[in-house]
């Protein structure tokens, strides 16, 4: 089911009562869609799990014959990123809103790189609850981050590495970023850890390799960084993502998938995590 809706119907008592009535026996005459029915002495409430589109004629033709009660529809698409609100008044559709959002378990990035390859700073990233969270990765260090707040401000945490615990935290504001370790370090729930870790790999499987890793199974990145003559650092971006992916940017390189309203994450970790801590 990709579409989440409620209907709620608010007014008089009695009028609910027959306006229930009436919209119930068209919803089962037109067998379009199963809902459940979650109503009180106050109002009527109705949750629809859909494939398609909103059930709306019944309510608003009913509508037409109890103009003083107030129909009020919510409904979302958290896989396109899509939510919205209506009112309904005597048939007639009186407000309505949309809004556009970053999708529900979408996965966003931002990498970029130097001219000679390097790896600058790349950042993994998902919502989390109400928050954000996710791996950064530069050419010497890494870490899982948890960013909670806005754009306005914001509190970030960052792992020791990929350690289960956060060791260091930032208080950002658009002028300041106030820094402090964390004493003792605060564990990171297994659940979060749990997708951090399912981020962080999927991520490195696509993006990254490490000179660490054994020569057998770099070969071909380590022969291609040669030719290229790209220097090897501990943790390299693959060279088919530097030459068909990563794009020219402000005199180096760069790939991003986050919209104008996530694009300030990349940027408070750019700002905080890449710079030496004070």
């Known amino acids: 089911m990709n579409l989440v809706a409620t209907i709620t119907v608010r007014g008089d008592p009695q009028l609910l009562r027959e306006y229930r009535r009436q919209v119930n026996r068209l919803l089962d ?5 199963s809902y459940r029915e979650l109503h009180s002495d106050e109002r009527l409430e109705y949750e629809f799990k859909l494939h398609g589109g909103i059930p709306f004629p019944p309510f608003v033709s009913v509508s037409q014959a109890f103009p003083d009660l107030t129909v009020e529809v919510e409904w979302s698409e958290p896989l396109l990123g899509r939510s919205g609100r209506a009112i309904i008044r005597n048939g007639v ?3 309505q809103a949309a809004q556009s959002h970053t999708p529900s378990g979408s996965v966003l990035q931002d990498v970029r790189a130097g001219p ?3 790896l600058g700073i790349a950042v993994t990233c998902a919502r989390w609850r109400d928050s ?3 791996y950064v990765i530069a050419a010497e260090e890494h870490a899982f981050f948890h960013i909670a707040g806005s754009a306005g401000a914001c509190e970030l945490s ?3 590495g990929i350690d289960a615990e956060w060791a260091e935290r930032w208080r950002v504001s658009p002028d300041d970023a106030a820094y402090g370790a964390l004493a003792p370090r605060e564990p990171i729930a297994a659940d979060e850890l749990l997708d951090l870790d399912r981020l962080a790999l999927e991520f490195s499987r696509e993006w990254v390799w490490f000179r660490e890793s054994p020569p057998e199974e770099t070969a071909v ?7 290229y003559g790209y220097p090897v650092r501990a943790a390299n971006l693959r060279s088919e993502k530097l030459h068909k992916v990563l794009s020219p940017r402000d005199g180096a ?3 991003e998938s986050f919209g104008e309203g996530a694009r300030w994450i990349p940027e408070v970790l750019r700002r905080c995590w890449l710079r030496p801590a004070k």
Not at 29 to 33: H, I, R
Not at 221 to 227: L, P, Q
């Open 29 to 33: 005459e037109e067998e379009s869609a």
């Open 93 to 95: 559709l009186a407000e």
């Open 116 to 118: 000679d390859g390097g």
């Open 132 to 134: 954000w969270h996710g």
């Open 158 to 160: 960052a792992s020791d």
């Open 221 to 227: 990145e380590r022969r291609r960084f040669a030719e």
């Open 253 to 255: 390189l760069g790939f």
